[in-house]
């Protein structure tokens, strides 16, 4: 190999270090957002408007989930979002990507 297609080697290798390093620093909720957009967002605004589901506005801060009665810890919206809840379907999510949606949802 000559010098320089090394030092291209070594370039590309620093560059992919750095990107693993970028995303293993991704905020949480920033991360979780990704997953709301994908998941969530065809039913759900972030606000306090209703689409096919209820805003969310707030919906970690609220005293009660309005549709269970049960207060919204990151468990019950957990098992909510993966049993499904009224004409809310059961989103199968792995744990990894529920704790990303949880942190995001916080911010709401
Ligand atoms: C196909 C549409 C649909 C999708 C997709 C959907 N939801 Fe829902 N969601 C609903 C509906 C409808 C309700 C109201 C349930 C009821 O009527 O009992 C609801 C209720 C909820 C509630 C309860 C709110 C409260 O205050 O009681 C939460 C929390 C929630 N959804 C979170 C999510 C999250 C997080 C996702 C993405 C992983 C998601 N939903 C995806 C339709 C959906």
């Known amino acids: 190999m000559?010098?320089?297609a090394i030092a291209l080697?070594?370039?590309?290798?620093?560059a992919s270090a750095g990107a693993a390093r970028a995303e293993s620093a991704t905020d949480p909720a920033e991360?979780?957002?990704r997953v709301f957009v994908e998941q969530c967002s065809l039913c759900h605004a972030t606000n306090d408007s209703v689409l096919f589901g209820p805003g969310l506005q707030g919906v970690m801060k609220q005293k009660e989930?309005?549709?269970t009665g049960k207060p919204p810890t990151p468990a019950n919206v957990k098992s909510?979002?993966?049993q499904g809840q009224g004409r809310m379907p059961r989103i199968p999510l792995d744990d990894a990507r529920l704790d990303?949606?949880?942190a995001y949802l916080k911010t709401l």
């Open 65 to 67: 989930l309005v549709t």
């Open 2 to 4: 000559k010098p320089s």
């Open 100 to 102: 990303l949606l949880i």
């Open 80 to 82: 909510l979002i993966l």
């Open 9 to 14: 080697l070594c370039a590309l290798i620093g």
């Open 31 to 33: 991360a979780g957002q």
